[in-house]
């Protein structure tokens, strides 16, 4: 094995639909996963043991790089021999963007272009989180029961601009889940990704936005550079705008960081 690199693909939630609260403390949701062409970058290289090593702009917000889920991962994942893994940190922590999921999924990648994956690898990554089976594959699907039951969508939106923004406010997703109100608002409309993002909401953007009200402003930021479509990811506090062009997501980022120096921002596109 050489070095080998692979991105951690940004996961969004075109929509997320919360069901009922279950007995065992999670929730029953209804979520449309996508995922966009940048995030954080995984680079392996053979070594005696595993090791990790964090860099990048949010490597500081890993309190403890050992007990990270890409080494849990590796201790997850049967192979020959030790990995030396340098994460990239790109995205920001506690941000609806599935970082840690998507690092894992980034992982799961690299392992199988090597040496393949065990026949129960979706198993073994549904035990490291719920949104990681979808993020190994990395490409647009439904997830039901906690979020772990895929069924592929037909993608009609796959190059379409995203601008990413965040308030670099970290937001536990624990919390947000805890606020949710507990009423049930119905399922995911069916057909296309474009048809299910459209009709589709977020039902944890009320519990969010209560918890960070800086989410809101986000919000209202990105729906007056009129996208198509504004919504707050997964449990927040980032927020997406789709735009029908690159040069009208660029003109948006330009306008909400003279405004907010301080956000976050990424452009990129859907797979």
């Not at 053979?46 to 590796?74: S, Y």
């Not at 009709?199 to 969010?208: I, M, S, T, V, Y």
């Not at 402003?217 to 735009?243: D, I, K, N, Q, V």
Request: proline residues 6%.
């Amino acid at each position: 094995m050489s070095a080998r690199s692979e991105t951690a693909y940004a996961k969004i939630n075109l929509a997320l639909h919360v069901r009922r609260r279950r007995e065992d403390g999670y929730h029953e949701l209804e979520t449309l996963f996508a995922f966009v062409d940048a995030g954080d970058v995984l680079s392996a290289s053979p070594a005696e043991r595993d090791e990790l090593r964090t860099l990048g702009e949010f490597a500081a917000a890993l309190d403890d790089p050992f007990a990270n889920i890409v080494m849990q991962a590796l201790s997850a994942l049967p192979r020959p021999r030790g990995w030396a893994v340098t994460l990239e940190k790109n995205l920001p922590v506690a941000a609806g963007l599935g970082g840690g999921s998507a690092d894992v999924g980034a992982l799961f990648r690299l392992v199988e272009r090597e040496h393949g994956l065990p026949d129960d690898w979706m198993a073994r990554a549904a035990r490291l989180g719920a949104d990681v089976p979808a993020c190994v594959r990395s490409v647009p699907c439904i997830g039901r029961g906690t979020g772990t039951e895929l069924e592929l969508v037909a993608n009609d939106l796959a190059g379409t601009t995203v601008l990413l923004v965040n308030p670099r406010l970290p937001l536990a997703t624990g919390p947000v889940f805890r606020g949710w109100d507990g009423v049930d608002r119905g399922p995911l409309p069916q057909g296309d990704l474009r048809a299910i993002a459209l009709e589709g909401r977020n039902d944890l953007e009320a519990p969010a936005i209560a918890l960070c009200p800086a989410i809101a402003e986000a919000l209202a930021a990105l729906r007056r550079t009129a996208p198509w479509l504004a919504r707050m990811s997964g449990s927040g506090a980032t927020c997406f705008g789709l735009y029908e062009s690159d040069s009208a997501a660029q003109e948006a980022a330009a306008s909400i960081a003279k405004a907010n120096p301080g956000w976050w921002q990424m452009i990129g596109t859907l797979r």
